[in-house]
């Protein structure tokens, strides 16, 4: 890796006075703290409800901090990266380059450095074990089958190559000792089957209590055997530092708050769920793996996250790196491709608003089909020319609005996979609709020239209303 791999491309050199990249939860309250971004609610909260509907009502405003909750002695925090400015300044970039920077992480990973002493296992806890007594876990939406652990960081290993996996999965407390685990058809359910084939337990390891990069990196779009920490030391611009679980091979972030060890059962499925999903319905309760915990280790005074389901730190951390796993895929065949966008308006998963500087009739369409072909998730796309703004919905929709004929513009796909998350499909099997809301190419010159007046956009709103009065009487006496 050399140096100039680790470089932002805007061309601002780290240490150049250039914001760094934020590196530890506590790092970044602090600065979410000095931006008025963070609200400490009052202490002892209950963990049943209570704790999510503070944490709901603030999302996306305020990142929440509760003290004692419960009178337990270890706080919960909640809402860290709910807004997409915040990510990018924890990225030390301006928001235009977030996708960018991202991008370049995931294709330039940094390989962790291990240390042997590590904040994350100041206290260790092992067998017998009571998790309910060790940790804060809250209980968030009426229907959810009991506490979660929602916001962890689960860490797998290849039990071929050794290579680590790193995602977040739900897990639900259902015994002292046990969590019963949402294992999707990815890389750590690979992993998981090929233990169980062998009639082996597989280790795991969940971090509970991380930096905001990794977090994100955590949600990367990469092959498997792509160890995701390593995209975090390329996000942090640093090799991350790692240390050995006191139960497994696993190595965790050695700056973590709470690790907790364990390992999934071969052949044992439990029931989990119901739980409060991205989509704002629950998911399903099914049987599920088994996870027995072994140890928990934490610092001393160790921070508890949750990330309420269905709030806005639940979609961005999902968004972010799909958006930039979109981009990267519809450059490949269009490189007149601006800019992507999963609308909150969709749960940032179901429909992507696409800017295109378009260079052929026609185009509009392939860059739908293009970019269902990217996600099965992808249910809704819009395609629109440069001068709409895709982070604005009301824009996209005046570009439907007066660019866009049905008879004309509509791409339908019949019986497709979908999200088995969207209740109006049949278990994931619907319809995708694309719009090209794009102008003719080559229209008449004023039939779609937007309305423009001249130095509208030289004026400093706030300047001018900093300087005004409102008594008129007197302003026009003199
Ligand atoms: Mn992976």
Known sequence: MNKHELQPKSGRVPGDNAPQPVRTLRDWLDHLAARDRLAVVKPNVGLKFELSAYAKRLDGQRATVFPKPDGHP????????????????????????????????????????EVKQAPAQEIVHRAPLDLAKILPLPTHNEHDGGPYIAAGLMIVRNPKTGK??????????????????????????VFQRMAEEAGAPLDAAIVIGIDPLTLLAS??????????LEIAGALQHRPLPVVKCVASDIRVPAEAEIVVEGRFLPNVREPEGPFGEFPQYYGERA?????????????????????????LEHQLLGAIPKEATLLTHLRRNFPNVLDVHL?????????????????????????????????????????VDEDVDIHNPTEVEWAVA????????????????????????????????????TKPFKAPEMVFKRIHVPGEEMIDVAEVLKRSGSDWRAALKS
């Open 219 to 228: 949600q990367a779009i990469v092959p498997i055997d792509h160890d995701e």
């Open 343 to 383: 609308s909150p308006g969709g749960v940032m998963r179901f429909h992507l608003f696409v800017k295109i500087r378009k260079t052929q009739e026609g185009q509009g369409k392939n860059v739908i089909l293009g970019a269902f072909a990217g996600s099965f998730d992808l249910k809704h796309v819009i395609v």
């Open 402 to 437: 007066t660019r866009f004929q049905a008879d004309r513009d509509l791409v339908i796909v019949p019986d497709s996979q979908g999200s088995k998350l969207d209740p109006s499909n049949r278990d994931g099997v619907g319809a995708k609709m694309g719009i090209d809301a």
């Open 164 to 189: 680590q996996n790193v995602s977040i999965h739900r897990c639900q407390l259902t015994g002292p000792n046990r969590l019963g685990v949402l294992v999707l058809p990815r890389h750590t359910f």
């Open 74 to 113: 270890i706080p919960v925090v909640s809402g860290l990266v709910s807004n997409r400015g915040w990510i990018a300044e924890a990225m030390g970039v301006e928001p235009a380059e977030l996708l960018p920077r991202f991008q370049e992480a995931a294709l330039n990973p940094v390989p962790w450095q």
């Open 287 to 311: 049987p599920r793996e088994v996870m027995e915990i072994v140890a928990v280790t934490h610092r001393k005074d160790a921070i508890f996250h949750t990330i309420v389901g269905g709030g």
